[in-house]
T-cell receptor
Framework: ELKVEQNPLFLSMQEGKNYTIYCNYS?????LYWYRQDPGKSLESLFV?????AVKQEGRLMASLDTKARLSTLHITAAVHDLSATYFC????????FGAGTRLTVKP | DTEVTQTPKHLVMGMTNKKSLKCEQH?????MYWYKQKAKKPPELMFV???????INESVPSRFSPECPNSSLLNLHLHALQPEDSALYLC????????????FGEGSWLTVV
């Protein structure tokens, strides 16, 4: 059974700092997704990673995929308050499994 | 237009009621999904429809009954629910059921009393 593990589950960081969220998964897959969810809201698609070595960047967020290590990272550069949200990775292997989510709080 | 529309946004129902959640997309997507999300938990896949056929049913109790009347519409019929079924129900769609961005609707908040 596919298992998806995210860490950390909670992240409190200062504005301007950098940090990385990790997403490990247990079975072979080359399809990985990152989503953002604000409290009381739905999920917003951030990145779709479809091959080993894929790297995508949007603003202060950059996602990468290493299918051999079964690892994806979401790197946050110079965090700002607006990035406060819960971030989910999801891995596709016959169906879609979500990680537990990382609740990010960016403090001034 | 990358929009998945869900109605109602909020629903309160008794355990003996029958109600339905509705979802619509006009992006020409051929895969549609129902997810259930409890508070502070990740979404859990319930059903996948691919080309209007049910392709995945994640061992969901029969009190939840999905229906895909056409390629743009997806319903979730609810009957004899339990209080523990209270959750956010998310509809989503993608071009096809693999390797594509999945777009989520705003969700339907369901409370079973």
């Amino acid at each position: 059974e596919l298992k998806v593990e995210q860490n950390p589950l909670f992240l409190s960081m200062q504005e301007g700092k950098n940090y990385t969220i990790y997403c490990n998964y247990s079975t072979t897959s080359d399809r990985l997704y990152w989503y953002r969810q604000d409290p009381g809201k739905s999920l917003e698609s951030l990145f779709v990673l479809l091959s080993n070595g894929a790297v995508k960047q949007e603003g202060r967020l950059m996602a990468s995929l290493d299918t051999k290590a079964r690892l994806s990272t979401l790197h946050i550069t110079a965090a700002v308050h607006d990035l406060s949200a819960t971030y989910f990775c999801a891995v596709e292997n016959n169906d879609m499994r979500f990680g537990a989510g990382t609740r990010l709080t960016v403090k001034p | 237009d990358t929009e998945v529309t869900q109605t109602p946004k909020h629903l309160v129902m008794g355990m003996t009621n029958k109600k339905s959640l509705k979802c619509e997309q006009h992006m020409g997507h051929r895969a549609m999904y129902w997810y259930k999300q409890k508070a502070k938990k990740p979404p859990e896949l319930m059903f996948v429809y691919s080309y209007e056929k049910l392709s995945i049913n994640e061992s969901v109790p029969s009190r939840f009954s999905p229906e895909c009347p056409n390629s743009s519409l997806l319903n979730l019929h609810l009957h004899a629910l339990q209080p523990e079924d209270s959750a956010l129900y998310l509809c989503a769609s993608s071009q096809v059921a693999s390797g594509n961005t999945i777009y989520f609707g705003e969700g339907s908040w369901l409370t079973v009393v």
